[in-house]
Each structure stands twice: as structure tokens, then as C-alpha cells.
């Protein structure tokens, strides 16, 4: 009954309870929205306000313009000096309608009132207000007038005023016009009060008791129309911490029923200077005694019908009890019956359905439970007989005594039959003796022990407990293990063989390998399972897939077989293997192969290397033989420095043999030159040694260096010497050396001394010769002159015009002797293609039409080389027949470059294509197009003439590759 009592009991209270919290929350809501709908109203009416406000505002910024424009012609008429400034004379030029309501101040870069036409203004510092400071700053900083907003001072007496700033133009001073509003706009600014909008609040929601809108300043602004006061300073602190976080603070008050509320408003104003600090805070205090009423009601509701319910549950539980519990006890009663053991007791039925269907499902339960009882006697007997022919000794132990053992217990320990109460003590102490080895954290573990008539035996021991007839027992579960444990262990030593050995091992049936170890896919460079993919040849290099069928035959045929192939690694790299292929049979009798592969690059390596070294050896044996037939001194050292080969000839230059070099007592340095210093066989092996101050001459090319050397001989005479030395590469193209050889060219250059001596000579007296011949040349020419004006006879005329002429062409020889021997007496320099062709062609005529479209490059030529295309713009001049555009340019499409001079004259007949470069062939001396080529020569040029006849002229001048660059590349 007392259960009936709980249930009915708890339902009416959940009932009740719900009813309660929903219409408690109803309530809390409705007064929430009650509250928002105030502060919605209240910060809507605030923003409106401030727009309507900023209209009328906006009626004052013509005249602070104005006057702001004034001083701003006075700061520069100043020439922006304040103290310069007469402020009386701008008030005098103000509007007479307003002239005494306006205030000027200037504020300096430091935020203070530096002049100011109210004294009581005068040094102000605006520093002191954070914020506003920095929207002066910023004011100060830009270009533009901005209008603030109408305020008034703390004082009752202050006239409302508004401002208006303007910066000036060298952004020194902000001006500040202050425009005293006094009574204007009395009426909007009664309407559009702070003052008037708490009062509508007030009256139009009895729930809002008091109102008050406090400003930055911790003012009550809206009283600011009528008396200015300054807020409880408790109320001040926490209207600043709501006007710096702008979070809502809530104060309950539960004994007069009130909740003070403290939110922020802003003003709407986002643009006036001073619109941070016009925002303001609301403190409303709501009447709470509605609502606390209202919560009263339904507590008092919700307790009544608790009352209620508790009568109604006492009252169901007692009727229900009378019609449930009368058949739950006879059901009781047949349990009963039932649970003393009488499985065959029918259960009576019920005139109550539910209690019919309990007596179902207790008969069937009893059913069950008749049914279980004869599987578990068959599951017994079906035990028994698993327990007898087990092949593992199993053994029931109660902690003291073997209980039972299965027959094969008795055969692996070799008991008696019986060991019952009266049987020996063998069994009990081999039990005590096994049990003592167990880990008491272990169930399972496996021993040695000596059996007698087996000997030392590996044994199992598997320990499970259970409870018999409320005794503890363990059973115990042996099995002799020491043909596997052995087997284990040789199946371990070959694994550990297999594992550790540096050969790859693959095994498995010939089409489908199964074991492969981890030597085998490191060699391939992939994981184990990707080789045993690739199967046992998969990694064989194509070229040898063709032997794989006859290593398999031969392997089938004999057993065993071994042969070399190329595999190639995952990475697609190759190396050399040995395979060395097993095949045997199986359990099944088929064939199982066994796979060895090794890398054998390194045997290889050694192999080649030995190979390399015997044919070092016969090279260097050679080019001893070679070294010593030379007649120039030559050496050859390794990368170590130690030399290699002394041939004879440098035994006799240095009077040192090659033995003593080897020794290691001197230097090939100090044996060459009787100093420890670098030779250029050191520059070869080490390309950052500095020789500049040991060689002249020095030229480097494709990595061979060449010098010239100046030293003593052993008699202290000056010795001439030219070196050259260059790199030994093995096959592989790594340098393993460097050789050496000096020639001795003191007689060389004695016979060249001689020869230059000579040539100077010979060049003196053809100068000489020339002079003196260009002077009798002059005398004969002059005498040919006064002989031709003496006389009026046609043919002493003709015969004096034709000794003009050859006049003429004496002085050319001269010329060109003169120019032919300067050839190849300068060393070739670089000369700019370009400047050489224009220069060339103004010289000859400036009258021709000169186009050049070679790019900015140089060329290597004699320095003559001024004159070959002086040269050739003359020829074209003189027998190119009208002759007005020469054109050069180059043809850069082959390795050597093409140099292509070209005119619109007559050109060359086919037949004088080539003769027009001998010597003396031509209208005139005949020397001009031969020392063109003979100039361009002396540095490999070649020219010759490709021109159509009767479309111009077309010389093709073929520049070798490493004679001519780029400039940009130059530079």
C-alpha cells in the first residue's frame, strides 16, 4: 500500500510542480519584458532626441564659420604669429547680431588654451581629458571645420553654448569659436530635453518609480534644464563602471520591493568631437510588488494542491490495495510451493488479467528451469567422458590433496590408480612442488622437471579456480610440451640465422614465395611485403628474365644451382647479384624453393679495382718510358703533392735524380728553383694558391696554365724558362694529379731580343728612306709644277700629267709601306665595332648614308683595324659607282659570327671575286682590299666578297668565336 501511496503521491506532485515552474517562468518573462520594453523605449527616445537636438544645433555652424574664417586670414595676415594677432579687430568684423556672444580661443599642439578672448578660459588644458585630447589632435591634424555639440557648465547661470573647431593651415593651433546660445530655441530645447523624456517615462509606466540619466561627468544630466546635481557618489561609481563597460548592473531590494537597474545609452551622436562624453547611464528603479504578488498567489496554488494530492493518494492506494493484493497472494502462496522444490505445482489462475500473465511466466520459468536440470545432467555425463579422454593431464585440487585426475595425469606422472584418501603421498607433493613454481600474478606458466622414467620434461601448467558445493577448488591443466618447447627452439636458431645473415632470403612454393627476411628487402631498398608481391624474380633486370626458366630447370633438375643478374631496387638503381637457388619438396611433395641473393657490387669494385691498379701500373711504367723520351723537362705529382715520374731531362735541368725527389728531403720547388714556392703544377692542384708574384705572363685556358719564369742558374746567371702545367683525370673524370713541363728559353729569347734590335733598325731606315723619298718626291713634283706653267706644248702637258700621276702613286706606295709595316707591331686590343664603322665612314664622306645595326659588341683585331673599314667605305666611294648607303651588320645564327658589309653600288664581277685581294690588282694602287685582309689576319679574321654583281658589294668578315663580346655581358 505504501508503494500505491509513493506512486500516485509523486505523480500528483511532478503535476503540480511542472504547473509551477512554467507559470513562474511566465511570470519572470512577462516582468523581464516589461523591463526591456522600458529601456527599449528610453534609449529610443534618447537617440531621437539627439538627432532633434543636432538639427537646430545645426543652425549656428554658418556663423562659427564665418568667424572662424576671420581668424584664420588674421593667423596668416600675422604671418602665423598669435601674439602678432589682433583679436579686437576680428570681434569688431564679427556680425554686429552675434558679435558678443563669440569667445576665440586658440589651443597649441600641447592641448592648452594658448589665447583665449575669455580670460576665465585662458590656459585651459585640455590634456587633462584623455579622450578628448586626442579628438582635439586629431582635429588639429586635419583640414576641415567640424561643429561640436550644445552644452552647458555645471553652474545653473552659465549660458548653453556651442563650439566649433578649425585648424590652421600649418596645423600649429586648433581654433576654438564658442557661440553663447543664451534663451534661442528656448522652446525646442524644452521639448528636446533630457528632463522632459524622464518625465514621459515616469508617468506613462506606473512600474518605473524613479529615473535618473547620469552623464561622464557623474552629473544627473537629465535635471540639467532645471538644477544641476551632482549624483550619489555610489551611484556615480557605478554609472562610471557601466559607462566604461557598458554592462548592465541589477540591485535587488526584496524588503521594498524594488529592483534598481543601471544600463547604458548612447546618444546616437557617432561624429561630434565631444560624443564620448554626451552618452549617458539610466538608473531606473521598478516596483517589484506586482510581481512579487503575482509569485505569492501561485505558491500559495501550488501548496493547496499539494495538500490535495496527498488526500487523493492515501484514498487510491487504499482501493487499489484491496483489488490487487487479495490474488497477489494466493500467486505468493504457489511460489512458495514451487521454491521448496515441487516443480510439478500448477500455479492457480486469476480473475486479474496481469496476474495471469505472472503465473505465464512463472510457469514457464519453472519449465525452463525442469529443462536446464536435464541438459546439465547430460552436460555432466558429456564432461566426464571429455575429462577422461583428454589428452592433457587435468587434476581437481582442494589446496591440500589431489581430489581427481583424469588418465592421462596418471600416465604423464606415472601413478597408482587410486589416489584417494588412502593413496600415497607422490601425487600431493609433485602438485605442492608444481604450484610452489607459479608467479602469483600468472595463471599460466610453463616449468622443467625431472618425471621419473621420462626424465627432464617441459611442462605447461594452466591453473583455473571454481567452487564446488561452496569449496574452493583448482583445477589444474598439464600438458608436456618438450618436443615443441625444442622444436621452438630450433626453429628460433634458424630464424635468428636467417634474420641476422647480410644475404637476401626469399622461400616459398616457386610461383607464390611466403617468407622472405629483412637482408632481402633492404638490398631491393622496400618493405618486406612488397618484395614477397614482386615474388622470388621480380626485381630481375629485364635483360636476364630469359635465364630465369633455365636456373628453376637446372635447380629442379639437381638441387641447387648459382648464376649473376642485374637487379634492379625499388628506386630503379641496379646492382650486380649472386643467386644461389635450392629446391626440395615439400609435405606435400611439391617443389619449395629456397633463395639466396646477394649484392656482390663490392666484390666487383675490389675486382676492378685491382684491375684499375695493374693498369695504373703499366700506364704509369708507360708514361715513365714516354716522360723520359721527352727532351723537355717534365714531372708529375698526385693530389698529395708527392711526385709521381722525374723524366731524365728534368734530372739534368735540376741536377737531382728522381729517387732523391722521392726521398722527400727537398721539394720539386726548391729542386726547381732553390726556394720553397708555389710552381703552377701547385695552381693545378690547388685552384686558390696566389702565383702573380712568382710569374709574369701567367695565362690560363680549358684549366692549363703557362707562364714565363725569371731565376739564376747555379753559375748566377740570368735564365729564361717557360712552364706549363696542367690536370691528370682517371676514367672517371676525378683529377688524380697534375705533370709539369719547363723549357729553357734564354736562347729564345736572346735571338728575339736580337731580332726586335734588328727589326727597330730596319724600321728606323725605312722611315728614313721614306722621308727622304717623300722629300726628292716633293722637289721632282715641285719642279714638274713650275715646268708645267712654263710651258703651252699639248704633249710636254700630257707627259707632265702622266709623271703627276705617278707622282701620286709614289706617295700611296709610301703610304702604304708605311702602313703595312705597322702591321702586328701592337698586341690586338678590343675595339667597339660600331663607333670604329660610323667614325670611318664620316672621315671618308659625309655625304654617304652610313646604317650599322651590329649590337653593341667589340671585337679582338690589330689596332689597324680603324683602317679596314676606312678601307672599304673608300673603295665603295671611288668604284662603287654612285654609291649613297653603306649598311654593316651581323649574322649571329652560326658558332663563328659574320660581320656583313654591304653598299647599293655596282659590286664585283664573279671572275675578280678573289683577285681583288692581291696584291697590286685593282683601278688604282691596288693595295687597299689587300691589307684589309692582311690587317685582319694578325687576329684570325677572314674576309672575303659574296655579292650579287650589279646589286652592290657584300664583304663577309668571319669573326672566330672567343674574338669579339657582347658589352652588356662585359660589364
Not at 571429455?386 to 589431489?402: C, E, K, M, T
Not at 629442379?556 to 630503379?572: F, N, S
Not at 732553390?674 to 685552384?687: A, N, Q, S, V
Request: with cysteine; charged share 25%.
Amino acid at each position: 500500500m505504501i508503494l500505491f501511496v509513493g506512486i500516485i503521491f509523486i505523480s500528483l506532485i511532478s503535476v503540480t510542480g511542472y504547473y509551477y515552474v512554467e507559470t513562474s517562468k511566465q511570470i519572470d518573462e512577462r516582468f523581464r519584458q516589461n523591463l526591456i520594453q522600458t529601456e527599449l523605449g528610453l534609449k529610443s527616445a534618447s537617440d531621437r532626441i539627439t538627432k532633434g537636438q543636432m538639427l537646430w544645433e545645426a543652425t549656428y555652424k554658418k556663423p562659427l564659420l564665418a568667424v572662424t574664417n576671420l581668424v584664420l586670414k588674421e593667423y596668416e595676415r600675422s604671418s602665423r604669429t598669435p601674439s602678432e594677432m589682433n583679436f579686437d579687430d576680428i570681434i569688431n568684423r564679427i556680425d554686429p547680431a552675434y558679435k558678443d556672444r563669440i569667445d576665440i580661443m586658440l589651443i597649441n599642439t600641447s592641448g592648452v588654451a594658448e589665447y583665449s578672448t575669455n580670460k576665465k578660459d585662458l590656459y585651459l588644458n585640455f590634456s587633462k581629458w584623455g579622450p578628448f585630447y586626442q579628438t582635439i589632435t586629431d582635429m588639429r591634424m586635419n583640414d576641415t571645420f567640424r561643429l561640436d555639440r550644445a552644452v552647458r557648465g555645471f553652474d545653473s547661470d552659465n549660458p548653453w553654448r556651442i563650439f566649433g573647431y578649425q585648424p590652421t593651415s600649418d596645423h600649429q593651433y586648433l581654433i576654438q569659436t564658442t557661440y553663447r546660445i543664451y534663451d534661442d530655441y528656448t522652446k525646442e530645447r524644452s521639448e528636446l530635453s533630457l528632463h522632459a523624456l524622464v518625465t514621459q517615462v515616469l508617468n506613462q509606466h506606473p512600474w518605473v518609480l524613479a529615473l535618473d540619466l547620469i552623464g561622464s561627468t557623474g552629473m544627473i544630466t537629465s535635471r540639467l534644464d532645471e538644477n544641476p546635481v551632482q549624483a550619489d557618489p555610489h551611484d556615480a561609481e557605478i554609472a562610471q563602471e557601466v559607462y566604461t563597460t557598458h554592462e548592465t548592473r541589477d540591485f535587488p531590494d526584496e524588503r521594498n520591493q524594488t529592483r534598481t537597474r543601471f544600463f547604458f545609452i548612447e546618444s546616437g551622436d557617432n561624429v561630434s568631437p565631444a560624443s564620448a562624453y554626451i552618452d549617458h547611464v539610466a538608473k531606473i528603479v521598478y516596483s517589484t510588488q506586482h510581481y512579487e504578488q503575482e509569485k505569492g498567489s501561485l505558491l500559495t496554488l501550488a501548496i493547496s494542491l499539494i495538500l490535495i494530492a496527498i488526500i487523493l493518494a492515501f484514498a487510491l492506494a487504499y482501493l487499489l490495495s484491496r483489488y490487487i493484493f487479495s490474488p497477489v497472494d494466493t500467486l505468493l502462496a504457489d511460489l512458495d510451493e514451487i521454491s521448496r522444490g515441487n516443480l510439478n505445482h500448477q500455479i492457480r489462475p486469476s480473475r486479474h488479467l496481469e496476474i495471469n500473465r505472472i503465473n505465464d511466466a512463472v510457469s514457464r520459468m519453472v519449465e525452463s528451469i525442469r529443462g536446464s536440470i536435464r541438459s546439465l545432467e547430460i552436460s555432466e555425463k558429456r564432461y566426464s567422458t571429455l575429462f577422461s579422454n583428454a589428452s592433457d593431464a587435468i587434476i581437481l585440487w582442494n589446496g591440500q590433496r589431489v581430489i581427481h585426475a583424469n588418465p592421462a595425469a596418471f600416465t604423464l606422472f606415472g601413478w597408482d590408480e587410486n589416489i584417494g584418501e588412502t593413496a600415497g603421498s607422490t601425487p600431493n607433493e609433485m602438485i605442492r612442488y608444481i604450484l610452489q613454481r607459479k608467479n602469483p600474478e600468472e595463471d599460466e606458466w610453463n616449468m622443467n622437471t625431472d618425471i621419473s622414467g621420462k626424465g627432464a620434461c617441459t611442462l605447461n601448467i594452466r591453473l583455473v579456480r571454481l567452487v564446488l558445493e561452496d569449496l574452493p577448488m583448482d583445477l589444474i591443466q598439464i600438458r608436456d610440451i618438450t618436443m615443441e618447447t625444442r622444436m621452438h627452439e630450433e626453429i628460433h636458431r634458424l630464424a635468428d640465422i636467417v634474420k641476422n645473415t647480410q644475404a637476401g632470403i626469399m622461400a616459398g612454393p616457386v610461383h607464390a614465395p611466403d617468407i622472405v627476411n629483412e637482408a632481402y628487402a633492404r638490398i631491393h631498398g622496400c618493405t618486406q611485403e612488397e618484395a614477397i608481391e614482386g615474388g622470388f624474380f621480380g626485381f630481375v633486370h629485364p635483360d636476364y628474365k630469359e635465364d630465369i626458366p633455365v636456373w628453376i630447370g637446372i635447380a629442379t633438375e639437381r638441387g641447387h644451382m648459382t648464376g649473376e643478374a642485374i637487379r634492379v631496387r625499388k628506386d630503379g638503381s641496379e646492382f650486380p647479384a649472386l643467386h644461389d637457388l635450392t629446391i626440395v619438396k615439400d609435405a606435400h611433395h611439391e617443389p619449395y624453393l629456397i633463395l639466396n641473393v646477394q649484392d656482390i657490387s663490392d666484390q666487383i669494385k675490389v675486382w676492378n679495382l685491382t684491375l684499375e691498379k695493374e693498369a695504373l701500373s703499366d700506364s704509369l711504367n708507360l708514361l715513365s718510358g714516354i716522360l723520359d723520351s721527352l727532351p723537355d723537362p717534365t714531372f708529375v705529382i698526385d693530389i698529395s703533392g708527392y711526385v709521381l715520374a722525374w723524366n731524365k731531362a728534368m734530372t739534368v735541368f735540376s741536377g737531382r735524380s728522381e729517387e732523391e725527389i722521392r726521398a722527400g728531403k727537398m721539394s720539386h720547388a726548391q729542386v726547381v728553383y732553390g726556394e720553397d714556392r708555389p710552381m703552377l703544377i701547385d695552381k693545378i692542384i690547388r685552384p686558390d694558391l696566389d702565383i702573380s708574384r712568382y710569374y709574369t705572363n701567367v695565362n690560363e685556358e680549358n684549366g692549363i696554365y703557362s707562364a714565363e719564369v725569371i731565376n739564376h742558374d747555379r753559375d748566377g746567371k740570368i735564365r729564361y724558362t717557360w712552364a706549363i702545367a696542367g690536370p691528370l683525370y682517371d676514367s672517371k673524370g676525378s683529377m688524380i694529379g697534375a705533370i709539369e713541363t719547363i723549357r729553357d728559353i734564354t736562347e729564345l729569347k736572346e735571338a728575339m731580343k736580337k731580332e726586335s734590335e734588328l727589326a727597330n733598325k730596319l724600321m728606323l731606315l725605312s722611315s728614313l728612306t721614306r722621308h727622304d723619298i717623300r722629300n726628292k718626291v716633293t722637289v721632282i713634283d715641285g719642279f714638274r709644277f713650275f715646268a708645267e706653267n712654263e710651258t703651252d706644248n699639248p704633249k710636254i702637258k700630257e707627259i707632265l700629267a702622266h709623271q703627276k700621276n705617278a707622282i701620286q702613286d709614289i706617295g700611296k706606295l709610301i703610304d702604304f709601306s708605311k702602313a703595312y709595316q705597322e702591321i702586328g707591331i701592337h698586341e690586338p686590343v678590343w675595339h667597339n665595332v660600331r663607333e670604329l664603322f660610323e667614325r670611318a665612314v664620316r672621315q671618308v664622306s659625309s655625304d654617304l648614308k652610313a646604317v650599322c645595326d651590329i649590337p653593341s659588341l667589340e671585337v679582338y683585331a690589330d689596332a689597324l683595324i680603324y683602317q679596314v673599314f676606312y678601307n672599304l667605305a673608300e673603295n665603295s666611294l671611288r668604284h662603287g659607282d654612285h654609291v649613297t648607303t653603306i649598311r654593316l651588320y651581323a649574322d649571329m645564327s652560326g658558332e663563328s659570327p659574320l660581320f656583313i658589309y654591304e653598299d647599293d653600288g655596282q659590286g664585283i664581277v664573279d671572275t675578280e671575286k678573289e683577285q681583288i685581294f692581291l696584291r697590286g690588282y685593282g683601278k688604282n694602287t691596288g693595295l687597299g682590299l689587300f691589307l684589309i685582309r692582311e690587317i685582319l689576319a694578325i687576329t684570325g679574321i677572314t674576309i672575303v666578297e659574296h655579292g650579287i654583281y650589279g646589286q652592290g658589294v657584300r664583304f663577309e668578315m668571319k669573326i672566330p668565336p672567343d674574338h669579339f663580346r657582347f658589352i652588356d655581358q662585359m660589364e
